[in-house]
């Protein structure tokens, strides 16, 4: 194992370990919120927040987080900061918190939240722990902000609530609903997949036919 | 084949730090510790979050009334108490039926609005609209609460021109499809793709109207609403009057 450079933590997860496109860890909001792009701003910045939070308390705690309990622990730490998100929000910005409904609520049952504490805020100075969280939470935010927005313009017309397709434009009203979700990411999928044969052809060609460098995790 | 790779067997992070087995009491310890710690934090920040969420609950509700009744001069909420309307309820009001009645600036009222919740195509709607007793016309309607498709049911919120439609309009109001709709005074035109979203504010508002008929028209032709003495201090004593834009 090779031990990573910060800028390497920063980086990582914002597009070679996208959560989203390579991990596709987080699909569950990926798929049911992203049907406008404020919505999926709003998602994408909550679960940075919570992201970050659970990181930072988790990489400084975990000198006394028995490891029998470690999983627990850090559940709890992301429920609390999922609840405290939740009474900001409503608090703060009452009408992105009605827009979310009980999808703000559903960021402690991420995976991706979790599997970052457990591969890498549970085993790194805080430091690090930020930038690893910075990074991942950047590219959930950019995964759910691309998606949002190619199933606003298509399904609704607009974007940001602004339209920019003419009224000669018929949305495909089923973009924003939830097949739309599967069609966008399976797209998406396909297109980043595409684009990094491509890259991997070019520095060596025809030694892996089929060959795509990073991996994509299960479940 | 691809290289397939766990997310959680991070590339360069060293496995966690060997410890020996804890005992049960330091388990037990550390998670009610830590319980704990979450516990006064979640009631810190709700204790700082309720008056606000309360405040911006009370301007909603500020604002829909004066929405849906055309900007009353002022409005006060009135109790239903074992049947009829009554501005002075002689129990307590926490669990009693409410609607809201707005006056002009003579002090003549204007409309009542009420809040009624049902279900719609995904969860329950929750919506405010105005009545007049006088001539049974519903005068506006505003979605509170719903989670409706988004981009589709939504547009029950988002609609202008279905929202226009509840604008003077008979009651009860008749829902009927796009190109279909004839002059009558009682017809909401719904909106295509939202059709039983649509329909369910209609029948929201009908079951409403159905349920108070009796007490609202008894409440509007009493001296009680209409006397200019009785609204130049509307229900004072209780505390719940309104001025407009003042909650």
């Keep these: 194992m090779r031990a990573t450079t910060p800028r390497e933590d920063l980086l990582r997860g914002i597009w070679r370990e996208n959560p989203v496109l390579v991990q596709l860890l987080g699909l569950c909001p990926a798929l049911a919120v992203t049907n406008t792009v404020a919505n999926s701003l709003a998602m994408g910045i909550a679960t940075f927040f919570v992201l970050l939070g659970s990181s930072v308390l988790v990489s400084s705690l975990k000198r006394w987080i028995p490891k029998e309990v470690r999983i627990s622990a850090y559940i709890l730490i992301i429920a609390t ?12 910005v009452p009408d992105i918190h009605k827009a979310l409904g009980a999808f703000i609520a559903l960021i402690v049952v991420n995976c991706m939240i979790l599997g970052r504490q457990e591969a890498f805020a549970s085993r790194r100075p805080v430091g690090r722990a930020i930038l690893d969280a910075v990074g991942t939470g950047f590219g959930f935010l950019i995964a759910l902000t691309l998606m949002g927005s190619f199933r606003e313009v298509l399904g609704n017309g607009t974007f940001l609530g602004v339209r920019v397709l003419g009224e000669a434009f018929e949305p495909w009203i089923i973009m924003i609903l ?20 491509r890259k991997v052809e070019q520095v ?9 460098t990073t991996g994509v995790g299960g479940a | 084949m691809s290289e397939h790779k766990l997310p959680m067997a991070e590339s360069g992070a060293p496995p966690p730090p060997v410890q020996v087995e804890s005992s049960s009491v330091r388990l ?15 009631v810190l920040v709700f204790q700082w979050a309720r008056p606000r969420i309360e405040e911006h609950q009370a ?3 500020a604002e829909a009334v004066t929405e849906v009744l055309g900007g009353p001069e002022r409005w006060q909420t009135v109790f239903l108490e074992s049947g009829s309307l009554t501005t002075a309820p002689s129990a307590d009001t926490a669990g009693l039926d409410r609607v809201y009645v707005g006056y002009d600036v003579n002090g003549d009222p204007v409309g009542i609005a009420l809040v009624a919740a049902e279900a719609g195509f995904q969860d329950v709607i929750r919506l405010i609209f105005g009545y007049d007793p006088g001539s049974g016309d519903v005068l506006g309607m505003k979605v509170l609460e719903s989670k409706e498709t988004p981009g589709l049911g939504d547009k029950i919120e988002k609609d202008s021109a279905f929202i226009g439609e509840f604008a003077e309009v008979g009651s009860p109001i008749r829902g009927v499809k796009k190109g279909r709709a004839t002059d009558a005074h009682e017809e909401v035109v719904m909106i295509t793709g939202a059709t039983i979203s649509s329909r369910a504010v209609i029948d929201i508002i009908n079951h409403r109207l159905d349920a108070l008929r009796d007490p609202l028209g008894r409440f509007w032709s009493s001296p009680r609403a209409l006397g200019a003495a009785d609204a130049a201090s509307p229900a004072r004593a209780s505390g719940s009057t309104s001025t407009r834009g003042g909650a």
């Design chain 1, 178 to 197: 939830p097949p739309g979700g599967f069609f966008t990411l399976g797209v998406i999928l396909l297109a980043f997949g595409w684009w990094k044969e």
């Design chain 2, 59 to 61: 301007r909603v509700l």
């Design chain 1, 81 to 92: 900061f999922v609840t405290i998100a939740d009474l900001v929000l409503n608090a703060v």
């Design chain 1, 204 to 212: 060596r060609p025809r030694r892996w036919p089929h060959g795509v």
């Design chain 2, 28 to 42: 037990v310890g550390t998670l009610a510790a830590a319980g704990a710690i979450a516990g006064l934090a979640i």
